[in-house]
């Protein structure tokens, strides 16, 4: 079966502009996490979805960062008005169920504002 | 605040020798704790998860050990060989089910 998928692989936009990126976590995966990675740094929590609950949001660096879930299946993540400091991989990554429960990444989105 | 702290410098050693990464955290009793291997231009995969009451997890040619007395964990590569050059990140449960991730450690294993 197909693995988790992210889309854009590579996203170059100005600084100011808003930029959206996809994820598309394994299907029967209830969660979805995304983190942000910059150069040489740990993933750095920034979301997550379970099921039909209320996210857990307290990752998000600021208001101009926003995600969304659609049911379990598909999540974009929005940042508005970007920044250089928003350069970084975006990392999506699903698991079955629990805290426990394996957490399966995407490859990235690599995000440059210039 | 919580902090996890992996060694930041690479590692070096030869084929076929033990290598030993270190995770050390601070203000923290998590519950559980995994290790992820990341290749570059890729996301992290899964390699174990040990429990806080587990002493020590193997799989293959991995182990990890867990003390929560010292607050670290290790994770040992039995007979290394250069395809397990990789960062290896160590992450812990901080509860309400999320993560907190170390910044990895990079490992290169010398043919």
């Known amino acids: 079966g197909a693995g988790v998928s992210q889309s854009p692989s590579n996203k170059v936009t100005e600084k100011g502009k808003d930029v959206e990126l996809r994820c598309d976590p394994i299907?029967?995966?209830?969660?979805l996490y995304w983190y942000r990675q910059r150069l040489g740094q740990g993933l750095e929590f920034l979301i997550y979805f379970q099921g039909n609950s209320a996210p857990d949001k307290s990752g998000l660096p600021s208001d101009r960062f926003s995600a969304e879930r659609t049911g379990e299946s598909v999540s974009t993540l929005t940042i508005q008005r970007t920044q250089q400091e928003d350069s970084a991989v975006y990392l999506c990554?699903?698991?079955?169920?629990?805290?426990?429960?394996?957490?399966?990444f995407g490859p990235g989105t690599r995000l440059t504002v210039l | 605040s919580q902090k996890i702290e992996q060694n930041s410098e690479a590692l070096n050693i030869q084929e076929g020798k033990t290598a030993t990464l270190t995770c050390n955290y601070t203000n923290y009793s998590p519950a559980y704790l995994q290790w992820y291997r990341q290749d570059p231009g890729r996301g992290p995969v899964f390699l174990l998860l040990i429990r806080e009451n587990e002493k020590e997890k193997r799989k293959e040619r991995l182990k990890v050990t867990f003390d929560t007395t010292l607050k670290q964990s290790l994770f040992h590569i039995t007979a290394s060989q250069p395809a397990d050059s990789a960062t290896y990140l160590c992450?812990?449960?901080?509860?309400?089910?999320?993560?907190?991730f170390g910044t990895g450690t990079r490992l290169k294993v010398l043919a």
């Open positions: 299907s029967g995966h209830t969660a």
């Open positions: 990554a699903s698991s079955f169920q629990s805290s426990t429960d394996t957490q399966y």
């Open positions: 992450a812990l449960y901080s509860g309400t089910y999320k993560y907190i």
